[in-house]
């Protein structure tokens, strides 16, 4: 899923991966294993039997030296061995989204491309943009864009472990 024309920021990675996109498809959809490759997302769990599917809700779980803190997150793509998206505060909120785009490769693997974007603050954002503006411009720009490179690079050798 690619970020809307009214994003007020974004950024993204890509890296090629030797396996298959179901199976990376599997990993990133599993939210509760998130924080096996992402520098700052711990986990997560899943609301009310969600399970993945478009509409589900889960509670995003993170970590940094100085705070933790757990978001709600609404699913709004889930296509099988293609894309996994969702968003921070939900389709409504249309604060934060995370994209994982899946594409098979001619050699048997698969091109992902991790998509981060905001439409909208989130509050915590908002009084970041206020309070602490270099802060706000290194989160939306050379952290998040580290972050998504890390992040690619530990699910590569998770999925080819």
Not at 3 to 17: K, M, Y
Not at 61 to 73: A, D, I, K, V
Request: charged share 25%.
């Amino acid at each position: 899923m690619r970020a809307p024309d009214e994003a007020i920021h974004s950024q993204h990675a890509s890296i090629e991966i030797d396996a298959s996109p179901d199976v990376v498809y599997a990993m990133v959809s599993d939210v509760t294993r998130m924080g096996e490759w992402s520098p700052e997302a711990t986990g997560g769990r899943w609301i009310d039997g969600g399970s993945g599917q478009v509409g589900d809700w889960f509670v995003g779980e993170n970590e940094l030296p100085e705070r933790s803190w757990e978001r709600e997150c609404q699913v709004v793509a889930a296509d099988p061995g293609r894309d996994f998206t969702f968003v921070v505060g939900g389709m409504e909120a249309d604060c934060t989204t995370w994209s994982y785009e899946l594409e098979p490769t001619a050699e048997g693997g698969t091109l992902v491309t991790e998509r981060w974007w905001m439409v909208n603050r989130t509050p915590a954002m908002a009084a970041a943009f206020t309070d602490a503006p270099e802060v706000y411009a290194d989160r939306t720009g050379p952290y998040t864009a580290q972050m998504l490179q890390t992040t690619l690079a530990n699910l590569k050798a998770a999925a080819e472990a």
